[in-house]
Structures are given as structure tokens and as C-alpha cells.
Nanobody, 122 residues
Framework: QVQLVESGGGLVQAGGSLSFSCVASGRTVSNYAVGWFRQAPGKEREFVAGITRGGNTDYADSVKGRFTIARDNAKNTVDLHMNSLKPEDTAVYYC????????????????WGQGTQVTVSS
């Protein structure tokens, strides 16, 4: 079992930056692919960014060039760094872990965090 907890989040103005950590306990997160997803009110949960066990990354077109996903194996975390935030980035952000190679598929992940709110004001 892997327990995931998202830390970070909060309120930021448009154009600002914010970072999250997906903190894993129970297992070493470097053994898993990790994805970040988000869900805005009234919308479906959508893929944001992911990183494979081998370190390959993938990003949604809407965040490419603004967001960066990275592992910190010493801390057993996978971090999401978000720059140039826009009001449309407002959502609850979730991290997920699994043995998948299909980073963009929600169904591929076995473990999920509880989510953390990000609000970007205009």
C-alpha cells in the first residue's frame, strides 16, 4: 500500500507561482509512475502532468511550458512546480501513483491522494 498526501496549494494571483509535493508513505515512490490531475467545479478530472518510473515526463497541452513535475527521491516525493498561473488553473489537484506506463489515464493509477485546492485570482 502507498499512502499519498498532497502538500501545498492555496490562493495565488494570476501570473504567480505555486508548488506542491506529493508525499508518499508506505512504499518508495520512485518505484511508481506518478501523475498529477485536477478537477474544477462541474468538470471531469483531467490529466495535468506525469512522470514514469524511468523519469520520462508528460504534460497536458494547457500547462506545457508552465508546469514542471520532478522527483525528489531523498524526500520520497514527486513535486509539481507551477508558474505563470491562470484563473483557469483553479481546481482541486490530486496526485496518483501506479505501475502504469499510460500516464494520462486515470484508470491506470492504483493510489490517490485526497486533493488540495488551488485558487488563482484574476
Amino acid at each position: 500500500q502507498v499512502q499519498l498526501v498532497e502538500s501545498g496549494g492555496g490562493l495565488v494571483q494570476a501570473g504567480g507561482s505555486l508548488s506542491f509535493s506529493c508525499v508518499a508513505s508506505g512504499r518508495t515512490v520512485s518505484n511508481y509512475a506518478v501523475g498529477w490531475f485536477r478537477q474544477a467545479p462541474g468538470k471531469e478530472r483531467e490529466f495535468v502532468a506525469g512522470i514514469t518510473r524511468g523519469g520520462n515526463t508528460d504534460y497536458a497541452d494547457s500547462v506545457k511550458g508552465r508546469f514542471t513535475i520532478a522527483r525528489d527521491n531523498a524526500k520520497n516525493t514527486v513535486d509539481l512546480h507551477m508558474n505563470s498561473l491562470k484563473p483557469e488553473d483553479t481546481a482541486v489537484y490530486y496526485c496518483a501513483a501506479g505501475t502504469t506506463i499510460f500516464l494520462r489515464s486515470l484508470k491506470s493509477y492504483d493510489y490517490w491522494g485526497q486533493g488540495t485546492q488551488v485558487t488563482v485570482s484574476s
